[in-house]
């Protein structure tokens, strides 16, 4: 199990396997590309690891396999040399499976932890856990399995990448000082109920006043007993401070180290557009490159097909009608697709860009299949 | 051709498809036959748009506040984040007067914290806080509160306007719509709990607000959207208003399947497959929406609003012009 011993290499018994960031917005096939990508990556002999942290079940509809909270192994055709494992946790048993791997030596303290009044009305509101959870769960999958390469499939939100700073701010929230900033807090407002005196008189200059003012405030505005549950919620936590940090170092250096590749996922709409600035300028803050922008949907011409069956003898007037609709539907797509390659090879001009066709195929893993074979160039 | 015409075209199409009309046909189909004729309820002075990312929400709610700000006394539209989104949308609708409030998520808990502390120096001081920033950046429920309590204060603000709000991705359920119910109850009296007590009462109330779920005709999202709405009906006590399903899939010329399938049966020229290929595709997706909305709609207390695909990104008048026509704006 991750995090076990006092070791904080992801692997130390072996190499560190390749790991892809896809993000983009929501509806632009990001889960698809992860998967197809995957699948790419197996095609070339790399024993690949999927996981996606987007609740929604189409990794699983992708890849035609059942999904659940450890790695399934994807069943390939004998000839693939690569294996391929798919990984999506269930986001409503993020906190408990978090807590658990905390808390695995102090079952007291995780007690105190389930009965602690905060704990139970915030534990689905902190700030990705579930995401975290994913990764911890990656961390241990690269331990377990002889990985060559991880794909992670971000949540479908502009806000995605915030998963790889989310580790980083838990456990700085968990650091000593902000610790005992709220034991003392805590301690000090329930004295403060008892004895009003005893805020008074201090010494310790400005410095210390300002404080003493930050704590009053945040006294007046919650009360002693909301302050104390807090207190102690921290409390519990501090006792798993070392595992917590090990766990956020690990995720950082999986999402974060400086092999990671990000690709950002985009499709010919408006709100892809838009997201996809957002996510290229927030990899920049983050002094991080993308790889590659990959347009889903974005076929460069009308396939030759259309000219063909246009003049072929048997062709009626509903067909004629029906890929005129089809062409029109494409031509927006094509519009919409070459102006946003544009400005993003103006606003990246170093970033490689795959432009990927509308794929039509009614099952999702066959789709997944069509758009491997265009994503084998990122494996290399 | 973006106006509501397309869907009456897909109506006449399932009269022509036997297979498709089917499934209409039965007594409980009907989910978007229903939707017609069934009234939706009238909305609240407030209007909060949400659903997972990518399903339209921004183009919905910019639609919705369209729509108001033709009849009614005007329509804000209020975004959390860096309202790029909306901007891009109302740059192309001239019409009508919106109103856009774009808030960023540190700056309504800096608009809350003033009256929350007293003083601006104080909530400063407060905010200011190395322990207390940690504390905020790692729970976002707070900053969720103080985004509900800042569309509290617009519609106070503007009375008699609809106050559309495109609610940021939800990602964790309706955990934006419980904080209020559990900060309210976590600190039992003073500052925080009256804040708290208001967001509830003037905000999150049947009468005060409406919920509408933007999701897509696709079974899966359906029925998390689906679980999501008895969620909210269970947990928080607020029913959505409209369940709003996005990009239904566009009919093809309904004899053209049939034409195709008798071509390829004549000669498996590799064009006319790819054809076919194409055919079937959009027959499957066409087909799987009707069902799952069907499958998954069926017995649920609540009649979607369907919206068509558009080849190009929709105008905010469009989408405003396809709700009216549902009853749904």
Known sequence: ?380 | MTDFGESHARDAAYAENPRTATVLAGEDVGVRIRSMNAGHPPLAQVVLVTGKGGVGKTTVAVGLAAAAAESDAGAVVVEFGDGEAGRRLLRRHRRAAINHVVIAPQDAVARCAVPLFGSALLAKAVLGNFAFKRFLRATPAIRELAMLECVRIVAAENPGVRVVVDMPATGHGIAWLRVAEQLRTFASSGPLHDLADRVCKDLLAPERSSIVVVTLPERLVLQETLELCDAMDKQVGLFPSRLVVNRFPAALPAQALDDARALAASGAVPAVMALLAALEARHASLTEADASLRDVLHGAHIPPVVLPAAPSDPTPADIAGWLKAEGAA
């Open chain 1, 1 to 380: 199990m991750a995090g076990g011993g006092s070791d904080d290499g992801l692997k130390p018994h072996g190499r560190r396997p390749q790991v892809f960031v896809c993000a983009g917005g929501g509806g632009v096939g990001k889960t698809t590309t992860s998967a197809a990508l995957a699948l790419a990556l197996a095609w070339q002999g790399k024993n690949t690891l999927v996981v996606t942290v987007d609740p929604a079940r189409r990794l699983a509809d992708a890849m035609d396999t059942p999904i659940g909270s450890s790695p399934k192994r994807v069943p390939l055709p004998p000839e693939v040399k690569g294996e391929l494992y798919a990984l999506m946790p269930d986001p409503r048993e993020a906190m408990r499976t978090f807590v658990e791997h905390l808390f695995k030596d102090e079952p007291a303290a995780m007690q105190r932890l389930f009965e602690n009044r905060i704990y139970a009305a915030m534990a689905d509101a902190a700030a990705g856990v579930h995401e975290l959870v994913s990764v911890m769960l990656v961390v241990q999958a690269v331990e377990e399995l002889n990985l060559d390469c991880v794909v992670v499939d971000t949540a479908p939100s502009r806000y995605a990448l915030d998963l790889v700073l989310y580790p980083g701010r838990l456990a700085a929230l968990l650091e000593g000082r902000a610790i005992a900033w709220f034991g003392n807090l805590a301690q000090r407002t329930t004295e403060e109920d008892d004895e009003p005196g005893i805020m008074q008189g201090s010494a310790g200059g400005v410095l210390n006043w300002g404080r003493r003012r930050v704590e009053n405030a945040m006294g007046r505005v919650l009360s002693a007993r909301a302050i104390t549950d807090v207190a102690n919620l921290f409390i519990e936590l501090a006792r798993v401070r070392e595992r917590f940090a090990l766990l956020a170092r690990q995720a950082e250096e999986l999402l974060l180290g400086e092999t990671t590749k990000f690709v950002l996922v985009a499709a010919p709409t408006g709100a892809a557009d838009a997201d996809l600035k957002y996510l290229a300028r927030k990899l920049r803050k983050l002094q991080r490159g993308a790889t590659a922008v990959i347009f889903n949907r974005a076929d460069v011409a009308a396939p030759s097909w259309v000219a063909e069956v246009g003049t072929h003898a048997d062709v009626t007037p509903a067909l004629l009608a029906a890929i005129r609709q089809l062409e029109e539907e494409r031509t927006a797509r094509t519009h919409a697709a070459d102006a946003m390659a544009k400005e993003i090879r103006r606003k990246l001009p170093l970033v490689r860009q795959l432009r990927l066709p509308t794929i039509a195929a009614e099952h999702p893993a066959a789709i997944v299949s069509a758009l491997a074979e265009h994503l084998t160039e990122l494996g290399n």
